[in-house]
């Protein structure tokens, strides 16, 4: 493997749209990466596809990149464990026929099976800003850490804390003025 001062200069010339330096990082890390993808998808040729897809969005992507925020290796990661879940979630939705945000779980991480139709969800996050509604799917009905999301769509993180905690006051206020009202009915 090469010292870190040369993956700094491979990083940089990346960021300068070198491909070679692609070419290099690619021969220094897809191994790693594949084993990453394969352990997740458990399918080889999905798991080259999704290894193909990855180095697309490293290149077109690394400006993106901070040294700040990680290393170079974890960035890639992230990218790879994303892509990976992302595809399997859509193979998901394809196989059972749940092909929109309406069917997704509210609670998939703990097993509930309470579904954001079912308790009207759907349309109050429908009123939202797009940008809102695009945090909050990531967020709440993916998994995603807030760090993630910052990375996955590109925007700073504080943006996307802001999006979070704007949306979810909305949310909150409109579930508030629905219960006063469902109290106000029952009295």
């Not at 807030?146 to 999006?163: N, Y």
Request: net charge negative; aromatic share 8%; with cysteine.
């Amino acid at each position: 493997m090469a010292k870190e001062t040369n993956i700094g200069e491979l990083i940089v010339q990346l960021q300068d749209g070198n491909e070679a330096a692609l070419s290099q990082l690619y021969d220094l890390y897809s191994g790693s990466l594949y084993g990453l993808i394969l352990k997740i998808v458990n399918d080889d040729g999905l798991a080259q596809d999704i290894l193909q897809d990855c180095f697309v969005k490293i290149w077109k992507k690394a400006n993106s990149y901070s040294s700040s925020k990680g290393s170079f290796f974890t960035w890639m990661l992230n990218i790879c464990r994303n892509k990976s879940i992302d595809e399997l979630r859509k193979i998901e939705r394809v196989r059972t026929g749940k092909d929109n945000l309406k069917q997704e779980n509210v609670y998939a991480s703990t097993g509930t099976e309470t579904n954001i139709s079912a308790i009207g969800l759907e349309d109050h996050i429908a009123k939202l800003t797009e940008d809102q509604q695009i945090i909050l799917k990531y967020i709440y009905f993916k998994g995603y850490t807030q760090q993630e999301v910052s990375d996955e769509l590109g925007i700073p993180l504080g943006t996307v804390k802001t999006r979070a905690r704007s949306a979810v006051q909305e949310l909150r206020e409109i579930f508030v003025s629905i219960l006063l009202l469902w109290i106000a009915k029952s009295i």
